[in-house]
């Protein structure tokens, strides 16, 4: 059980959109430390899609978008596409225990 | 363009030690942080530890007395060794690097991934 802790399934229609929760506490989120969120495809290595809470690599589409606000942070994927389809994983530090990933979640596009 | 490429046997037996090297291309390994992250079969990914050229490192705290990172400049490399193995170090094993200046963790330069399973 991780100290990021993520829904495990979301699910949405093509075009829709949807969003991705990564909550905390006062020892990582919180303390301002900040976020970063990967894409993971089945069988491929994870893809950097946002850093330092808001940023986008270069080639990422503008669909993807992050945010956060005290212990909790975000991601958004507007008008949702089956590549879209995947494993997300938020990442921070933390006092304690240094880097660690939140336990991901599963995007359907239904 | 970075590449990264894991290598290491594939199967190590329980009590030992896993020994992976991940192999640097279009960049120096002095120029960025290095980090060993790793999923076990079906599950998440936890991070294991980076290091620096300069000796900054850090560790899971999970993971710290069992493991040992270092860098060969020479052969632009850096390796993980990870003690005592067991069933529940079986697991895709990636190197990882961020090339965001100031920000250790956003990973954006993977390796392909090797992976390692503990077994007699």
């Known amino acids: 059980q991780s100290v990021l802790t993520q829904p495990p399934s979301v699910s949405g229609a093509p075009g829709q959109r949807v969003t991705i929760s990564c909550t905390g506490s006062?020892?990582?989120?919180?303390?301002?430390?900040?976020v970063h969120w990967f894409q993971q495809l089945p069988g491929t290595a994870p893809k950097l899609l946002i850093y330092?809470?808001?940023n986008r690599p270069s080639g990422v589409p503008d669909r993807f978008s992050g945010s956060k606000s005290g212990t909790s942070a975000s991601l958004a994927i507007t008008g949702l596409q089956a590549e879209d389809e995947a494993d997300y994983y938020c990442?921070?530090?933390?006092?304690?225990?240094?880097?660690?990933f939140g336990a991901g979640t599963k995007v359907t596009v239904v | 363009q970075v590449q990264l490429q894991e290598s290491g046997p594939g199967l190590v037996k329980p009590s030992e030690t896993l020994s992976l090297t991940c192999t640097v291309s279009?960049?120096?390994?002095?120029?960025?942080?290095w980090s060993w992250i790793r999923q076990p079969p079906g599950a998440g990914l936890e991070w294991i530890a980076y290091l620096y050229y300069s000796g900054s490192n850090n560790y899971n705290p999970a993971l710290k007395s069992r493991v040992t990172i270092s860098l060969d400049t020479s052969k632009n490399q850096f390796s993980l060794k990870l003690t005592s193995v067991t069933a529940a170090d079986t697991a895709m094993y990636y190197c990882?690097?961020?090339?965001?200046?100031?920000?250790?963790?956003?990973?954006?330069?993977w390796g392909q991934g090797t992976m390692v399973t503990v077994s007699s």
């Open positions: 990442l921070s530090y933390d006092t304690s225990l240094s880097g660690v």
């Open positions: 990882a690097s961020p090339s965001k200046d100031g920000y250790k963790y956003a990973f954006d330069m």
């Open positions: 330092g809470n808001t």
């Open positions: 279009g960049a120096s390994i002095t120029s960025y942080y």
């Open positions: 006062s020892s990582n989120l919180g303390a301002g430390y900040s």
